[in-house]
T-cell receptor, first 112, second 116 residues
Framework: KQEVTQIPAALSVPEGENLVLNCSFT??????LQWFRQDPGKGLTSLLL?????REQTSGRLNASLDKSSGRSTLYIAASQPGDSATYLC???????????FGKGTKLTVNP | GAVVSQHPSRVICKSGTSVKIECRSL??????MFWYRQFPKQSLMLMAT?????????EQGVEKDKFLINHASLTLSTLTVTSAHPEDSSFYIC????????????FGSGTRLTVV
């Protein structure tokens, strides 16, 4: 059974700092991995999608990497801003399944 | 592109009544939609997979008679919470898998249900 773990559970940083959020998964037979952000009381916003054959994806200040063989992904946020404060969720789609398996998220607070 | 519209965003209902939540895919066809429930400070829990034109598939422990799912068209799936009780109060979110963006998932904005 696939399990997704996110570390740390919470992170507080000063504005402007670069930071890394970690995600690990137990079964490397994934179809793809997706990073989302969730603001309080809101739905999920997709940030980056990495296919199993890819190593990384970039969007603006965000960069996500994937090392499928070791079961790890990282989300790098450059020059963090208070508006980046949210919960970040990592989720994988297992090969042969349409179901997403989520981590419990990392709650990020960027202090002005 | 690939937007899922979910309504209502908030609903308060009396105990014993039923509430319907709608999810529409606005610019794509969704043969499959997924319904999640989220408790405070917890991650999403998959409740059921909704398939257009057929019966939904429920996850273990989810009462199919309480959470009725209908997926009558390629752009609309509904979740009806029947005979709601305070313990059904939660945040419900739908999602769809989008082939055009590499089979990633797009989510609705969620519905906060409060049963009083």
């Amino acid at each position: 059974k696939q399990e997704v773990t996110q570390i740390p559970a919470a992170l507080s940083v000063p504005e402007g700092e670069n930071l890394v959020l970690n995600c690990s998964f137990t079964d490397s037979a994934i179809y793809n991995l997706q990073w989302f952000r969730q603001d309080p009381g809101k739905g999920l916003t997709s940030l980056l999608l990495i296919q199993s054959s890819q190593r990384e994806q970039t969007s603006g200040r965000l960069n996500a990497s994937l090392d499928k063989s070791s079961g790890r992904s990282t989300l790098y946020i450059a020059a963090s801003q208070p508006g980046d404060s949210a919960t970040y969720l990592c989720a994988v789609t297992q090969g042969g399944s349409e179901k997403l398996v989520f981590g419990k998220g990392t709650k990020l607070t960027v202090n002005p | 592109g690939a937007v899922v519209s979910q309504h209502p965003s908030r609903v308060i209902c009396k105990s014993g009544t039923s509430v319907k939540i709608e999810c529409r895919s606005l610019d794509f066809q969704a043969t499959t939609m997924f319904w999640y429930r989220q408790f405070p400070k917890q991650s999403l829990m998959l409740m059921a997979t909704s398939n257009e034109g057929s019966k939904a598939t429920y996850e273990q422990g989810v009462e199919k008679d309480k959470f009725l799912i209908n997926h009558a068209s390629l752009t609309l799936s509904t979740l009806t919470v029947t005979s709601a009780h305070p313990e059904d109060s939660s945040f419900y979110i739908c999602s769809a898998r989008v082939s055009l963006n590499g089979y990633g998932y797009t989510f609705g904005s969620g519905t906060r249900l409060t049963v009083v």
